[in-house]
């Protein structure tokens, strides 16, 4: 199978966004869309995004992505929630996925979901709930903290770089602080400085 390309990965975005609005699931687009959209751009492979899902929501969310178009398992999503596990939906004709991340309640992603924005993405004017660029910068810090993949650190330059001069740089020092981010953090701007 090729990889999933760029237009059809929006599609299913698009698609992804509608369903959620139309179902009242509360969300928040996370990950490689995210970064593209408050830094540079990249290749990512699969849109990640935070829902603050009940229970009644899983057999709407299923039904809306049905076989043989998508693969969104029912059982495998109800068993996700409960365990508050990030669960899949796959559009196999294309390859494309997007990665549904169940709201937990760490302060960092708590914080983020109470503030993440609508914005438009687009040039047709399409627009969706984002996480903002702070919450973003830290996000992508964290994941490199713990996974160590150089993505998550080049994601947080060009977010830094992108956002220079928009962000609030003392505010973003005590949250990383906070969560044990702020030599890192250090780093992302003292790379930034020399660019």
Not at 110 to 117: G, L, T, Y
Not at 121 to 126: K, N, P, R, V
């Amino acid at each position: 199978m090729q990889p999933v390309r760029d237009y059809e990965l929006r599609a299913l975005f698009l698609h992804a966004v509608e369903i959620l609005e139309r179902l009242g699931i509360p969300y928040m687009v996370v990950g490689g869309f995210a970064a593209i959209l408050h830094g540079q751009p990249r290749l990512t492979l699969d849109v990640d995004i935070v829902v603050d899902m009940r229970a009644e929501h899983i057999a709407p969310l299923a039904a809306a992505f049905p076989m043989p178009d998508y693969y969104a398992d029912e059982e495998a999503m109800q068993d996700a929630l409960r365990r508050r596990l990030p669960f899949n939906i796959i559009q196999p004709s294309t390859g494309a996925k997007l990665d549904l991340v169940p709201l937990t309640d760490d302060p960092l992603t708590q914080s983020a979901f109470a503030r993440r924005e609508r914005t438009t993405y687009d040039a047709e004017g399409h627009s969706a709930a984002f996480i903002c660029a702070e919450d973003i910068l830290l996000a992508k810090l964290r994941a490199y903290k713990e996974s160590g993949s150089d993505k998550h650190f080049r994601d947080a330059l060009g977010i830094w770089i992108a956002q220079r001069g928009r962000l609030d740089l003392q505010r973003i020092r005590r949250r990383a602080s906070r969560s044990e981010l702020l030599e890192l953090l250090e780093q992302v701007l003292r790379q930034a400085a020399s660019l």
